[in-house]
């Protein structure tokens, strides 16, 4: 009797931790169903420059104001006190080196002392490294009598010498002057300094300070490790330049390609129309240099593997801003612009663009296939304009795919107009924005599952999500923002046969010298750091897949059952099966996924992105605590059973045999 008792103890006390213990989710991955093709070009980058991310950043120049062109010709330059000698910097554009930017500074040493010297403070400071190699260039011009020598130094914070090299040899022309030298420390926030010894009064312009390491190791090229972390997410493609500034606030500021292409120093700067656009983050030395113009925004993109995909000024400034509209019969010369552009990156080197090209260094033909036409622009003044490009872009170049937009919003008015309006003509995707709180994208992920599967395709050109933010730059890349934006992109994936690009928005910030927050790589004039959100990016686009397949819980996809959000999908070409899986639970879920018929190796492994506080961030100052970890997972024959850890954004690879 007490033996059937301890026995029916014992089973009754398994019977409660088996009652305990969580269940399983079950996803059925039916890997042997492939559904819609999934284009190379899913998951790209969009570039703007707002955040320094050009001048100050990508563009590798460390002389902020070299040609003198900015509101106030002297922004970014110091006279040195006296001790260092007398003189006076006198702005002036009488018989300049280039008329097209024809401000420079004429320097005028005292008899008396005969030396003088100025500083450039650079894009908040200028990143020098330790040993490496530093190029100066200097056009100048000597005046009637004068004998000056020059020294270029670069000073630490603390003003100590870090690099130095002299510069003689002037003339009475323009000439242009080159000199390299190493840095012996290395400075976050280093200043140049030129000092002029002799008697008489010297011309300066284009003075010029670049890092001898860049990208491509290409000569006055651009930074590297910022580059270098826009090649790792592998982008299908390359949106640029913008944004807001192709439309700028005024037509007059607004982006126009054509002189951001030649010669460096014959580009015509502009102001930058974010540099007074946010109230509270005003930066009025933000100008634009175009040294990374049309030409180098085709290379890079080549460089990394991303079709080139340029947007045109459709004839309208900001709406937001002056909102200045070309008249429909004065619009020929925007149109112009834009065969004018396909003529650059796609024409023979026999044409007057293609010939530019090829003497820019570039013969071959970039093989340009999208364009996109305005940035946000809605309403009737959108359309009527969009309607003029496309019906003379369709009948010259029908091999290029155009891409509209549906206005700023996600919803709404403008919204619907613009996609019933664009119904009625031909573009190839319509470019969807927004910028949402968090748990819109949560709540979004169904957001494709009912568009029309024949109809117009999206461009998801815009998005990211506004969370909560501190005094810290990067808190806004908080890793609850992220994870949702992962859900969000699961709904994406799962509709590939309606999305055929996304890009998250924007792509760079200096932590000095921001406007907009938040963005997807933070750096500062040394380091660089990708976010939460970068990393979530990455996961998807270098995992992107050759077709979808369904991920299903009893038998429907998951976009938020129990708080979990799946997508899957198969790249024939590799042999790899990919499973996204987003827990935006507090507690771990153990996932049991049921394969389909596929000659599987029996290797796989995960990849887990995760942090607990949801608003834990990566910085620059203390790295990137939220990075992805690999693991590996064990295979039961068509079976894989893993933990989906809580707050996680997870990537199952399984390998299969392709033949």
């Known amino acids: 009797m007490r033996k059937i008792l301890s026995c029916m103890l014992m089973m009754f006390a398994l019977t409660l931790l088996t009652g305990t213990a969580q269940e399983s989710l079950r ?3 039916q890997a042997d169903k492939p559904g819609a093709e999934i284009q190379p070009t899913m998951w790209g980058v969009f ?9 100050g950043g990508v563009y590798a120049e460390l002389v902020k104001n070299r040609s003198f062109e900015f509101e106030f010709p002297l922004s970014g330059w110091r006279q040195l006190s006296r001790q260092n ?3 006076r910097i006198v702005p002036g554009f009488y018989y300049p080196y280039n008329p097209g930017n024809p401000h420079h500074v004429s320097i005028f040493l005292d008899p008396a002392v005969e030396s003088f010297g100025i500083t450039n403070e650079g894009f908040r400071g200028m990143g020098i490294r330790k040993d490496a190699q530093y190029n100066f260039s200097v056009k100048a011009r000597l005046h009637e009598s004068s004998d000056i020598k020059m020294k270029v130094e670069l000073l630490s914070a603390s003003g100590q010498i870090i690099g130095t090299a002299v510069i003689s040899g002037f003339t009475a022309d323009w000439t242009n002057h080159k000199v390299s030298f190493a840095a012996s420390d290395t400075e976050l926030k280093a200043l140049l300094r030129i000092t002029l010894e002799g008697k008489g009064a010297i011309d300066l312009d284009m003075i010029s300070l670049f890092p001898a390491d860049t990208w491509k190791e290409r000569e006055n090229g651009l930074r590297k490790d910022l580059v270098q972390m826009i090649a790792d997410l592998k982008p299908g493609f390359l949106r640029f330049p913008g944004g807001c500034i192709v439309e700028g606030r005024t037509l007059e500021n607004r982006y126009q390609w054509k002189t951001t292409v030649g010669p460096v120093e014959d580009r015509k700067l502009i102001m930058n129309r974010w540099n007074l656009e946010i109230r509270n983050r005003q930066t009025p030395d933000y100008f634009q240099s175009f ?9 890079l993109a080549e460089d990394i593997g991303a079709e080139p995909l340029p947007i045109v000024n459709c004839g309208m400034s900001c709406q937001y801003n002056a909102a200045e509209v070309v008249p429909l019969e004065e619009l020929d010369s925007y149109i112009q612009d834009a065969l004018d552009l396909i003529e650059f990156a796609n024409g023979e080197t026999s044409t007057r663009w293609g010939g530019l090209r090829a003497e820019m260094g570039h013969p071959e033909k970039f093989n340009l296939k999208y364009l996109g036409v305005g940035n946000e622009q809605w309403d009737e003044q959108y359309i009527e304009r969009y309607r003029e490009f496309e019906k003379v872009l369709k009948d010259k170049h029908p091999e290029i795919k155009i891409i509209s937009g549906s206005g700023p919003s996600a919803a709404g008015r403008m919204f619907e107009y613009g996609w019933t309006e664009l119904r009625k003509l031909s573009p190839d995707l319509i470019d969807e924005h927004y910028y949402m709180p968090p748990e819109w994208f949560l709540q979004n992920a169904t957001r494709y599952d009912n568009y029309d599967r024949n109809g117009i395709k999206v461009f998801a050109g815009e998005y990211a999500a506004h969370g909560k933010e501190d005094s810290n730059p990067e808190s806004r890349n908080s890793w609850w923002s ?14 590939a046969d309606v999305v055929h690009m ?5 792509l760079l910030a200096h932590v000095d010298a921001w406007q907009w927050r938040p963005d997807l790589i933070w750096f500062d004039n040394l380091n660089v750091i990708g976010s939460p959100n970068y990393y979530v990016q990455k996961i998807f686009s270098n995992y992107n897949g050759t077709h979808i397949v369904p991920a299903l819980s009893e038998g429907k996809a998951l976009t938020g059952q129990d708080g979990i959000y799946a997508s899957a999908s198969l790249d024939r070409n590799k042999g790899k099966l990919y499973v996204k899986i987003v827990n935006s639970n507090e507690k771990p879920v153990p996932v049991q996924l049921d ?10 492994v995960q990849q887990i992105l995760k942090s607990q506080n949801k608003e834990d961030f990566n910085s620059v100052s203390k790295g990137e605590i939220i990075k992805p970890v690999t693991t590996p997972v064990k295979m039961n024959g068509r079976r894989v059973d893993a933990t989906m850890e809580q707050l996680s954004v997870n990537l199952i690879i399984i390998d299969f045999k392709t033949r």
Do not use: H, Q, W
């Open 27 to 29: 996803i059925v991955v």
């Open 47 to 55: 570039f703007e420059d707002i955040n320094f991310a050009a001048d």
């Open 85 to 87: 000698g007398t003189g």
């Open 291 to 299: 040294g990374l113009g049309f030409y180098e925004y085709f290379l």
């Open 482 to 495: 992220a994870l949702c934006e992962a859900a969000f992109m699961t709904g994406l994936e799962r509709n």
């Open 502 to 506: 996304a890009s998250y928005a924007p």
């Open 595 to 604: 394969l389909g018929r596929l000659p599987y190796t029996g290797t796989a």
